[in-house]
């Protein structure tokens, strides 16, 4: 079976004042039709510049997607001209960014935001396009929607704002929307219901999602799969349920024991992973997470762990990956 | 809107009566008058024709008296006459007038769209060599004062190349016609143009490079826009709002750049007539000059701020 998008060994760098930062370091993995993928990791991880390189959205300088391919409905994107990439660019793939009040163009109204890929990507006149328009808005839920398609942005809350970003990025039912941290600018409140429409929207038009954040809690009840990046690199890649009961890297464990629970007692401080991000600047020549990891061995200050089966679709770049998980069964603990 | 313009107005009148006051002075303290500066100190009854006509002009009088018949002849809409050639200054003003505006025009058209369109480059293409150019260039063109690049326009284009006339605004002895009227608007325009267009180019790159990384830039590219309309739609659309600002600001310095422009190339618009009233001593020239430029800069700044809350709907709805 052909997945909807197949990410191979990809590699993105930037160049800034002479030294080469290894953002995206070879990764892989595949998105069905229909399907979610949450893409977990602290900033600086590369989760964002791994979809933005999808979207070819990297510009050079001072970035460069420098290998790998990356397959959708069986084009290599990474070769198709720029013309055809502006066709797959919010026609076939698209995107909600992180900061609505910012992602908006201040000076243009939102009905001649909509309307623009609308008659970009879909060739609709004028009138068509605004009455899609219209309907886009109502069905992301705006109340007015015909009224304030002549508004402006700062006419807008924030939470406003995000739903007219994700009626943007479906205008023209895209079969992939890449969410990049979509709520971590909104209210706790307002992020719940952006969560909640998203994946109303998903189950309706049976869009398949890419769901970037750094909040493991957040992505657990929404998602088919998730991955976890750490420095550029995959570290974990494994079906929900099974990464939050037996995850199989350290660090991966390191984000679950974040997440503050309830019935923590007050005086408890919250859990953190020690020590400091990996320098991007050098290439890697062991795990990158080896310098902060409770568990290293000496293997894993010589060589760089590799992604393998640690069970049914579970991989870890871990070599104690197996060791770990009979350790920490999450399951029983939570 | 339009009670802000009328109250903006309101505001200016008080502005504009002492800067009369201050020309009036200083027009006043320059030694000589208008007299001294038509009769030749060769004439044999020299002291008795001066007396004589600074009694006619009303000369004699005590200044304030001379600044207060000359504002009150400004309420009854009378700017004066001259006292050289006894021409009424408003008539003097309206006739030449035209011929002011037409280099304003075109040197505010030559910069505008070469100032943007050369930004804009630069700013897209920064740090490649053609940015560097256009920024050499940029430094350039601000650091010439436009009377010497005029001057060397007219070295280069109308005396060795002989191109484009020297002087004038038409060939003398010819029929008005529109191509010979421009070939002679030619090279003033290109030396008012010049620094302008280093100006423009400038703040628009400056612009341009602040915009070029917004978030809704990139929204943009991620909805499938071309580059075109990437930039013009999205950059330029936003960049060119502060742009506006200071070509609203330049349209002052732009009326009096044509002052020495005017000099040089011998335009015949009320910059000229201006150096020449001064010259001569010609204090309701001057005063007329004077009125029109305070003019010209409150008109300036409103259609600056008109034209900039077209552009912002966030000002526009405020």
Redesign the interface.
């Known amino acids: 079976m052909t997945h909807l998008l197949e990410v191979k060994d990809l590699v993105t760098r930037f160049y800034s004042d002479g030294a080469t930062i290894h953002a995206v370091n070879g990764i892989s993995y595949t998105l069905d039709e229909g399907e979610s993928l949450a893409i977990v990791g602290e900033s600086g991880s590369g989760k964002s510049v791994g979809v933005m390189s999808i979207?070819g959205?990297i510009r050079f300088p001072p970035g460069r997607v420098e290998g790998g391919e990356v397959l959708f409905k069986g084009r290599d994107l990474l070769k198709l001209s720029p013309d055809e990439m502006?066709?797959?660019?919010?026609?076939e793939i698209?995107?909600v960014?992180?900061?609505p009040m910012?992602?908006?163009?201040?000076?243009?109204?939102v009905g001649q935001q909509l309307m623009?890929?609308l008659r970009?990507?879909l060739g609709l006149d004028k009138a068509a396009a605004r009455a899609r328009a219209a309907e886009l808005l109502s069905l992301v839920g705006l109340p007015n929607a015909a009224e304030r398609l002549k508004d402006?942005p700062?006419?807008f809350s924030g939470g406003q704002r995000q739903r007219i970003?994700i009626a943007?990025a479906l205008t023209c039912n895209p079969s992939l929307l890449i969410a990049d941290e979509p709520t971590t600018a909104l209210d706790v409140t307002i992020q719940a219901q952006i969560v909640e429409l998203v994946k109303e929207l998903q189950e309706r038009l049976n869009t398949a999602i890419i769901w970037i954040s750094h909040n493991l809690a957040l992505v657990a009840g929404m998602v088919d799969k998730v991955i976890v990046m750490y420095s550029g690199y995959i570290i974990e890649q494994a079906p929900v349920d099974d990464l939050y009961e037996q995850p199989a890297h350290p660090y991966t464990m390191g984000l679950l024991h974040a997440i503050p629970s309830l019935d923590q007692r007050n005086q408890e401080r919250l859990a953190s992973i020690e020590g400091m991000p990996p320098d991007l600047r050098k290439a890697a020549t062991a795990c990158p997470f080896a310098p902060r990891c409770p568990y290293v061995i000496d293997r894993c200050l010589q060589e760089v762990p590799p992604l393998r089966a640690v069970g049914p679709n579970h991989t870890s770049a871990c070599w104690r990956a197996e060791e770990l998980r009979k350790i920490h069964n999450f399951g029983e603990e939570l | 809107m339009t009670t802000y313009i009328v109250r903006r107005i309101l505001i200016s009148l008080p502005i504009i009566l002492v800067i009369t006051v201050i020309v009036f002075l200083l027009a006043n303290m320059m030694p000589g008058d208008a007299v001294m500066a038509m009769i030749s100190s060769d004439s044999p009854m020299e002291a008795d024709l001066i007396k004589l006509r600074q009694g006619q002009l009303g000369l004699d009088l005590p200044l304030y008296e001379q600044y207060g018949r000359w504002l009150g002849n400004l309420l009854k809409g009378s700017l004066g006459y001259s006292f050289q050639t006894g021409e009424p200054v408003g008539q003097m003003i309206l006739t030449r007038i035209p011929a002011t505006l037409e280099l304003m025009g075109l040197s505010l058209l030559i910069s505008v769209i070469l100032g943007v369109f050369l930004g804009t480059i630069s700013a897209m293409k920064q740090y490649s060599p053609m940015d560097y150019g256009l920024t050499l260039f940029g430094f350039t063109g601000i650091s010439i004062p436009d009377f010497f690049l005029g001057m060397i326009l007219i070295f280069i284009f109308a005396l060795k190349l002989g191109w484009f006339p020297t002087s004038g605004m038409v060939t003398a002895g010819t029929e008005f016609s529109w191509s010979d009227n421009l070939r002679h608007l030619f090279l003033p325009a290109l030396a008012l143009a010049l620094v302008r267009t280093s100006v423009f180019m400038r703040y628009t790159r400056a612009s341009v490079l602040e915009v070029i990384n917004e978030d809704y830039v990139r929204t943009a590219r991620a909805k499938g826009m071309t580059e075109r309309v990437v930039t013009v739609r999205h950059i330029l659309r936003n960049a060119l709002i502060p742009v506006i600002t200071v070509i609203g600001i330049n349209l002052t310095v732009l009326f009096a750049g044509s002052v020495i422009i005017e000099t040089i190339f011998q335009w015949p618009g009320i910059g000229m007539m201006f150096i020449n009233a001064i010259a001569l001593r010609d204090s309701p020239v001057i005063m007329g000059y004077v009125l029109i430029s305070a003019f010209v800069v409150l008109l300036a700044n409103l259609v600056t701020d008109v034209t900039y809350s077209f552009a912002d709907p966030r000002i526009r709805y405020e």
């Open positions: 979207m959205l502006r066709a797959v660019r919010g026609g698209s995107m960014f992180q900061d910012t992602s908006l163009n201040p000076v243009l109204s623009e890929p970009a990507h402006y700062f006419q970003m943007m």
